[in-house]
């Protein structure tokens, strides 16, 4: 079946830094990713759409200058938390879609800023 | 109200049991419906995809769509306690290249 692979399953980084987390598609190419956030034990909120050759979608609420996306390619997307603060922790996970498949998740990257 | 409710639980099971989790939406454009199943700090696992109305089975899993009622169901035969997890719903209006909408999720519990 359909792989998303995602990396760094874990990363901790100092408040002000910043965070690269990557999303390929390993099976099947990819022309739309997406990232969602998700908090303890609730469900996944959609925060952007990322779109391979152009510019992400951005959900209503979501800092497009925190958080940076880039699809450079059909099996690659990369979401870089900016400047992360404490309040960014939270586990971040990524999807993409093989044709009439279903929607396939990566394994989710926890983001803990101290 | 959302566009997608679903019954947080949590549902405790004695093993071997039948499992029936649910979730009612009010969108009727949607089309393609979906269960997850979320283990703790792991990305969703899909576990069976449907297209508009109809059952779908797969192993100890069956999905229902009933469009008509804006409801599905998936059911889980000789449920184990390895199926202890949370269990998502989640529908689109298309099978690609559009978000999908979660309902908020069951935790469901298997006990030995």
């Known amino acids: 079946g359909a792989v998303v692979s995602q990396h760094p399953s874990w990363v901790i980084c100092k408040s002000g830094t910043s965070v690269k987390i990557e999303c390929r598609s390993l099976d099947f190419q990819a022309t739309t990713m997406f990232w969602y956030r998700q908090f303890p034990k609730q469900s996944l909120m959609l925060m952007a759409t990322s779109n391979e050759g152009s510019k992400a979608t951005y959900e209503q609420g979501v800092e497009k200058d925190k958080f940076l996306i880039n699809h450079a390619s059909l099996t690659l997307s990369t979401l870089t938390v900016t400047s992360a603060h404490p309040e960014d922790s939270s586990f971040y996970i990524c999807?993409?879609?093989?044709?009439?498949?279903?929607?396939?998740f990566g394994s989710g990257t926890r983001l803990t800023v101290v | 109200q959302k566009e997608v409710e679903q019954d947080p639980g949590p549902l405790s099971v004695p093993e071997g049991a039948i499992v029936s989790l649910n979730c009612t939406y009010s969108n009727s454009a949607f089309q393609y419906f979906m269960w997850y199943r979320q283990y703790s700090r792991k990305g969703p696992e899909l576990l069976m995809y449907?297209?508009?109305?109809g059952n779908k089975e797969d192993g100890r899993f069956t999905a229902q769509v009933d469009k008509s009622s804006k409801y599905i169901s998936l059911f889980i035969r000789d449920s184990q306690p390895s199926d202890s997890a949370t269990y998502l719903c989640a529908m689109s209006l298309n099978n690609a290249g559009n978000m999908l909408t979660f309902g908020g999720g069951t935790r469901l519990m298997v006990k030995p």
């Open positions: 449907t297209y508009s109305s």
């Open positions: 999807s993409a879609s093989p044709w009439d498949s279903g929607y396939t």
